[in-house]
């Protein structure tokens, strides 16, 4: 099973912030949160990872609460190429697999 | 350009029929992994590699069979032990296990006669 819990979907306005909540109450300390997407019929493209500090990229930025209980990625400016499934997936270093959810379909109106 | 490709883009199976799904990458990654993905639901995995000539089963590795002779290779052989193929198939690859970043490629659908 998914360690982690995401919205079904999401809207988002374009040229707006999109801000993609993501659960993993069960956490532990040496698991990274990772977020892929997929756009239609294409494979997931990684996005962004993090530990514990905030992280940005030229894609996203990648925030994660204090206790790591919840993260939330933020796409700054949403264009309607951003329209996707947004997996956020918790990795352990001892994991050799990953295991997607089913998570969330987002959407941006124009 | 370094990458991971699949071919075909489409294939159609007959009851019955055994189909190879192919997986290529030059990333020089020794991990591969198979996904299985139904309409409107996640990826599920089906086998992963970490290693030339090792292998092991995912969540759904009934009916189907892979080989890693090369590192750059992991076929995917759907048998007729599957008796619901009809999806998208992902191959991806990574350094290696633990946290590495996975690379997709472009994905096959297969469907079935």
């Not at chain 2, 990333?27 to 591969?32: E, K, Q, Y």
Request: charged share 20%.
């Amino acid at each position: 099973d998914a360690k982690t819990t995401q919205p079904p979907s999401m809207d988002c306005a374009e040229g707006r912030a999109a801000n993609l909540p993501c659960n993993h109450s069960t956490i532990s300390g040496n698991e990274y949160v990772y977020w892929y997407r997929q756009i239609h019929s294409q494979g997931p493209q990684y996005i962004i990872h993090g530990l514990k500090n905030n992280e940005t990229n030229e894609m996203a930025s990648l925030i994660i609460t204090e206790d790591r209980k919840s993260s939330t990625l933020i796409l700054p400016h949403a264009t309607l190429r951003d329209t996707a499934v947004y997996y956020c997936i918790v990795i352990g270093w001892r994991d050799d697999k990953i295991i997607f959810g089913k998570g969330t379909r987002l959407h941006i109106l124009p | 350009d370094g990458g991971i490709t699949q071919s075909p883009k489409y294939l159609f199976r007959k009851e019955g029929q055994n189909v190879t799904l192919s997986c290529e990458q030059n990333l020089n990654h020794d991990a591969m992994y198979w996904y299985r993905q139904d309409p409107g639901q996640g990826l599920r995995l089906i086998y992963y590699s970490q290693i030339v000539n090792d292998f092991q089963k995912g969540d759904i590795a009934e009916g189907y069979s892979v080989s890693r002779e090369k590192k750059e290779s992991f076929p995917l052989t759907v048998t007729s032990a599957q008796k619901n193929p009809t999806a998208f198939y992902l191959c991806a690859s990574s350094f290696g296990r633990n946290q590495e970043t996975q690379y997709f490629g472009p994905g096959t659908r297969l469907l079935v006669l």
